[in-house]
């Protein structure tokens, strides 16, 4: 789609699977060894942190599926939430 991808983005004490800068988000793939309740919080706290958007996908189908409406929705405030990262000592 012409975004530029980070593979394993620092992310305070988590890492990221795939940063997009561009669109201040994350996908996160979410193999069988994933635990519901600890990417639940995990999410929370990327978004009250730095207010990263995060998909969680397990397949290539649900991502092919959920991306172009992920996207939509992330460009659409993507300049605030980097702003509020920024103030909030993100430096990604």
Known sequence: ???????????GPYRLDCWLSEV????????????RRQDAKRDAW?????RIMVLRVT???T????????FDE???TVSERKVYA???????
């Not at 991502?63 to 992920?70: G, K, T």
């Open 1 to 11: 789609m012409g975004y530029t991808v980070v593979a394993e983005k620092p992310a």
């Open 24 to 35: 201040w988000a994350a996908i996160e793939y979410d193999g069988p060894a994933h635990w």
């Open 46 to 50: 990327l978004w009250d942190t730095y």
């Open 59 to 61: 397949d290539l189908e």
């Open 63 to 70: 991502l092919a599926q959920a991306i172009a409406p992920f």
């Open 74 to 76: 992330a460009l659409l």
């Open 86 to 92: 920024i103030e909030h000592g993100w430096h990604g």
